[in-house]
């Protein structure tokens, strides 16, 4: 079956410490990363598209290039006069990896402030993509736009999903933080969250805690996401199943960990896999991308089938 995925969200540039005071640049964002991963798995007859809003300046000529090299598509992409896209850098101090980020006036900030655009993108598609960190960055009344019309597009028999990517940070008060990340919940029909998020902020005791919340919010499907322990799924109210991680010989970066599983996930179940067919191939694709640096792996370095 063919069709269109669409992730919606923001994609930064990334600014990497390479040696000394030279910088590698990069482009990444959980919603582009989940993109990138699906496009690497969906069949070729499948369109991914992404939409964001960026600038209309060099970084983000060179942002909106770097995206339709890895074959995502940018139609949908708005682009703002004085705006530029938002910005990180990651430190790497002994090892350990901080990051510093320059996104507070990010062109993405603005994505949902067209709302025939949006309506236009989310109706040409059949699976819609969003995080708690594509919420998190919008202001409320852009927020409350966006999830209407995910709200729409649920009631209309699209499926919706949605990681809450928890990131307290983005966040200036912690009540709206947990009441937005539950309206995300309302809008999906499929929530992919990860337990220790969703342990420490909303104070779930076990996996199956994550589950019922997010299926008495009204999501239907729910693959909660577990570290090296794996994910279980619980679809259309059936059974848990759990579906173990893979082995990982050296973890070198787990960047991505969770959007590489996402966006592969999401493949698979589109091209009719079984939820837990879907998810044992996420595993081993998401085990090989924390193998490497960085948080896009070609798919040289990624397993087959
Ligand atoms: P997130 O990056 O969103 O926090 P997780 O840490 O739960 O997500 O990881 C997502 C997926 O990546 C897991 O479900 C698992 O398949 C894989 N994974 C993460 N950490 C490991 C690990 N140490 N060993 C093997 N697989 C892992």
């Known amino acids: 079956m063919t069709g269109k995925l ?6 930064m540039v990334e600014l990497m ?19 990138y991963y ?104 852009a927020a409350e736009t966006l999830l209407a019309e995910l709200r729409r597009a649920k009631a209309g ?7 809450p990517n928890i990131r307290p940070r983005l ?31 909303f104070g779930d005791a076990s996996v199956e805690a994550t589950i019922e919340r997010y299926r008495a919010l009204g999501a239907e499907n729910v693959a909660v996401k577990d570290g090296k322990n794996g994910v279980t799924l619980c679809f259309a109210g059936k059974e848990r199943v759990h579906v173990p991680a893979s082995q990982v010989s050296a973890v070198v970066d787990t960047t991505s960990a969770g959007d590489s599983f996402n966006g592969s996930f999401l493949a698979r179940l589109a091209s009719g896999d079984s939820p837990a067919d879907a998810a044992a191939f996420a595993a081993r694709i998401a085990a ?11 798919r040289d370095k990624l397993p087959r089938g």
């Open 6 to 11: 669409l992730s919606i969200g923001e994609c």
């Open 17 to 35: 410490q390479a040696e000394r005071d030279m910088l590698r640049k990069g482009y990444a964002g959980d919603t582009f990363n989940t993109a």
């Open 38 to 141: 699906a496009r690497l798995f969906l069949p070729a007859d499948w369109t991914v598209d992404y939409f964001t809003a960026v600038g209309t300046d060099t970084v983000s000529d060179e942002l909106l290039a770097f995206i339709e090299s890895t074959g995502v598509g940018t139609a949908h992409i708005r682009r703002i006069e004085g705006r530029t896209p938002g910005l990180y850098m990651i430190h790497l101090k002994d090892g350990e990896r901080s990051f510093s980020y320059w996104r507070s006036t990010s062109a993405a900030k603005l994505l949902a402030d067209d709302p025939d655009r949006l309506r236009a993108a989310i109706e040409a598609a059949n699976v819609v993509f969003f995080s708690g960190i594509t919420l998190a960055i919008l202001s409320p009344d």
């Open 157 to 163: 028999g699209r499926q919706v999903v949605f990681d």
């Open 171 to 201: 966040w200036d008060d912690a009540a709206r933080m947990r009441a937005t990340i539950e309206a995300g919940g309302r809008a999906a029909t499929m929530v992919m969250p990860s337990f220790d998020d969703e342990a420490t902020h």
């Open 288 to 298: 090989a991308v924390i193998g490497h640096h960085g948080a896009l792996i070609g």
